[in-house]
């Protein structure tokens, strides 16, 4: 009920809104002194709160790194826990500035909203328990699957069961949580979303050595934050935001150097670091924007090993999340 | 000095005129009601084209894409969304009727219970009441779903609940004193139903589905026979007690009619019904019906919870008739049983009705609580999912908010019908 409530509340705020609105978030965010991010209600390695309350994860650090790049101050984040069917709602009402929560690009959801870039590189796969001893998702004929509703997982799976003619029973839940609790309790026998979903949801379960997760990807799930229709300047600087911390990596700038590099003399760096140009300004930002990101949060690289690679309890592999100069297909166009 | 003025009374201007300013003012209030839902409308639409959201409701014949767990229309995934919607109605539908009629049936009991003289009773009934009501819904829904649900076995290790091994002992157990026919009966039946046929697991409770054979219609036939006969009796019944003043054994004539009449025509025509068996196949039963635990926990928490409430309705209502009504029925010499039927109970109803109405309405919408546990209704599948693949908001919710409304009329108007019937006794 409380989310009809909230629902309904935002189809009434919209129609009471005198004026769209357009061009105002950086202000809107200035004034307000700090930026609401909208995030996952709790996903380890994306975003996850302690239990001091601190929110961390790699869509964590993104937010974090555009309230660095608007302040000099990563903590003036307000952070928004929205499930995956409040979520839109939440950023078409405005009542977040971003939307950083593993969220896949779509045609359908491009058209509503704009997505700033590919944060993590992300495909659709299955859990199941190794008692079944099912070793492919093709073994998966008549079983009962539980998924997170309002996603498109929810989608790639009936069409995935409906291209090699198996039947399936989904039940879908409103929230990460109640959909695995489902899953441990033995509600379903396959637990599906998103991989790197998969491995942070495992790291929950009583014994995450009964379960495996199986080899097939099913979907393509480029995951990104995403601002709002009709604000070009907010657009730009999230995506630039974004643009930076793969540049950086790139650049070989992380937090322990970018101070040397401050007195680098590679024109590239020299751009990055703001010693060249004007370009944080023709974002609505300071000189030494991408300074403050990458001193305050880290370049890609850094946030990645942290949050969810090799660094991190998930220990997810980079992948073809690694840089377009190893091997992998993360690339940032050039500041220039 | 005024004079009192001549023929007819006094002239007003008017704007004077009470009854023009009444319709003035109500004429300027429906303006400005209009003119707010008109500038809502227009604003709203135009924030919506200036953002890029598509507006109206084309999306319905687009195709959901998603599955559903338990439709009770054919459904798959190349539907529209305007089959969810159905489908999603349906559901939600189900739960509230199954649930109305098991909380009124529940409620009744315990109302009663709660006035019974019997100490032990009348205690068990209230500490029913006051534990129940006081407990959030929502922890209800989710108790009976993780807690009670939730800790089933796996459908490898299902508990079978067949009527067959039952009957097959009792078989046995009569064979062992002798009367071998009485046996014999009860282990042809038990074999005639055949192999063990309701399971319990955590995918839910799995039942044999009844397949109806040529000629069950004369069944259907005899039945719709039967209560139009009993209707019948009811009126000849009703005429010859107001005419003699002998009463008709009506209820139970009408109960033999309506069960005897169809189970003769279904013993003429050699049981014309089989049973499809659920089978463990894979990593589920395959065949039979299946109730979805979250069908099951939604309906028994919704209506131990509403009970809890229409019992103290049912008890205040049949507290609200005096004292010396039953005490002049019975010293009119009519029996308890009587007494309750034809003195209490109906003037208790005029009481309950409006009340109970309340219920209803409150079970049905609290039905959207469903979402808490997955169980695919309107508010999950179409407010929910269909929202969020389609970010159509304004339309979704307009329409939820509609159909909640429409059921809730529709609820209000049978049982104010009800209620003017059950009040129209008392003026005859």
């Known amino acids: 009920m409380k989310r009809a409530i909230f629902t309904f509340g935002m189809a009434i705020g919209f ?212 601002v ?77 090993e942290r949050n969810v690679g090799s660094g991190s309890r998930l220990g997810i592999s980079r992948g073809i999340n690694r840089l377009w100069t190893k091997g992998g297909i993360q690339y940032a166009p050039p500041i220039r | 000095m005024k004079q009192a003025l001549p023929g007819g009374p006094p002239r007003v201007a ?29 604003n709203a639409s135009a924030n919506l084209r200036a953002q890029g959201f598509a507006s109206g409701f084309d999306f319905l014949g687009n195709t959901a894409g998603f599955g559903i767990n338990q439709t009770l229309i054919d459904y798959s995934e190349t539907d529209t969304y305007g089959r969810v919607f159905v489908v999603g109605l349906l559901n939600t539908l189900l739960v509230a009727v199954i649930g109305c009629v098991f909380a009124t049936i529940l409620g009744f ?38 807690a009670v649900l939730g800790t089933m076995p796996g459908p490898r290790q299902s508990i079978g609940l067949g009527l067959q091994p039952v009957l097959s002992a009792i078989g046995d157990g009569i064979a062992a004193i002798g009367l071998t026919a009485i046996a014999d009966g009860f282990r042809s039946l038990a074999a005639w139903i055949g192999p063990p046929d309701i399971y319990l697991n955590n995918r839910g409770v799995i039942l044999p589905r009844p397949l109806l054979g040529d000629g069950f219609e004369w069944v259907a ?34 109960f033999g009619l309506i069960v005897g009449l169809p189970l003769a025509a279904l013993l003429a025509l050699g049981v014309p019904i089989s049973f499809e068996h659920p089978q463990l196949r894979g990593f589920n039963f395959v065949g039979g019906l299946r109730l979805i635990p979250e069908l099951v926990a939604l309906l028994f928490a919704l209506v131990t919870y509403t009970a809890a409430y229409i019992a103290e309705v049912v008890r205040g209502g049949i507290l609200a008739v005096p004292r010396g009504q039953s005490e002049a029925a019975l010293a009119l010499g009519l029996r308890r049983g009587l007494t309750l039927r034809l003195i209490i109970v109906p003037q208790a109803l005029r009481v309950i009705v409006p009340p109970l109405t309340n219920q209803f309405l409150n079970l049905t919408k609290n039905s959207s609580l469903a979402v808490g546990i997955g169980y695919p209704d309107l508010f ?28 809730s009329l529709i609820t209000s108007i049978l049982m104010n019908w009800y209620n003017a019937r059950t009040n129209r006794r008392f003026e005859r």
């Not at chain 1, 937010?63 to 839109?88: E, G, H, Q």
Request: charged share 20%.
């Open chain 2, 221 to 254: 036939i005899a039945f719709g026979l039967a209560v139009l006969l009993a209707i019948g009796l009811r009126v000849w019944a009703r005429q010859r007690l107001d005419a003699t003043g002998r009463t008709f054994p009506t209820g139970w004539t009408a």
């Open chain 1, 228 to 304: 709002r229709h009709g604000d070009d300047q907010w657009f730009d600087l999230v995506k630039w935001v974004h643009f930076a911390m793969i540049n950086a990596e790139e650049l070989g700038v992380n937090s322990k150097n970018v101070d040397e590099s401050l007195k680098s003399n590679m024109p590239e760096i020299k751009r990055l670091v703001g010693t060249e140009g004007n370009f944080g300004e023709q974002l609505g930002l300071t000189k030494d924007w991408v300074v403050r990101i990458v001193k305050h949060v880290g370049n890609y690289g850094e946030v990645f």
């Open chain 1, 15 to 226: 129609g009471l809104m005198v004026a769209p609105a357009t061009a105002q978030t950086l202000k809107a965010v200035k004034d307000r002194g700090s930026l609401i991010c909208g995030v996952s209600q709790g996903l380890p390695g994306f975003s996850n709160p302690d239990d001091k309350g601190n929110w961390t994860g790699l869509d964590v650090d993104y937010c974090r790194a555009i309230a660095a790049a608007v302040f000099n101050d990563p903590s003036k984040v307000k952070f928004s826990p929205l499930s995956t069917k409040d979520r839109f709602e939440a950023l078409k009402a405005g009542e977040i500035d971003v939307l950083s929560r593993n969220s896949t690009w779509t045609l359908s959801r491009d058209a509503t909203y704009n997505f700033i870039g590919v944060n993590y590189y992300d495909g659709q796969g299955f859990m199941v328990r190794k008692g079944l001893k099912v070793n492919s998702a093709l073994e998966l004929n008549g079983a009962s699957i539980c998924v997170q509703t309002g996603t498109t997982t929810e989608l790639n799976l009936g069409d995935y069961f409906r291209s090699n003619s198996m039947r399936y029973e989904v039940i879908a839940f409103a929230t990460a949580d109640e959909t695995i609790k489902a899953y441990e309790g033995g509600r379903c026998d396959v637990f599906t979303t998103d991989v790197s979903q998969l491995y942070s949801e495992k790291l929950k379960l009583a014994k995450a050595d009964d379960h495996v997760i199986l080899p097939e990807i099913i979907s393509k799930e480029p995951l990104g934050p995403m």
């Open chain 2, 109 to 146: 009991i315990i109302g009663i219970a709660r006035l019974s003289p019997n100490w032990l009773i009348a205690r068990l009934g209230g500490a029913y009441v006051e534990t129940i009501r006081n407990l959030p819904l929502l922890f209800q829904i989710l108790f009976w779903y993780l």
């Open chain 2, 380 to 407: 999950a599948v179409f407010a929910g999912t269909t929202l969020n693949q389609t970010h159509q908001a304004i339309e979704i919710i307009a329409i939820t908010m509609a159909v909640y409304l429409a059921i």
């Open chain 2, 14 to 42: 008017v704007h004077n005129n009470p009854k023009v300013r009444s319709a003035f003012y109500q004429a300027v209030a429906l303006v400005l009601v209009l003119a707010c839902a008109y500038a809502f409308t227009v």
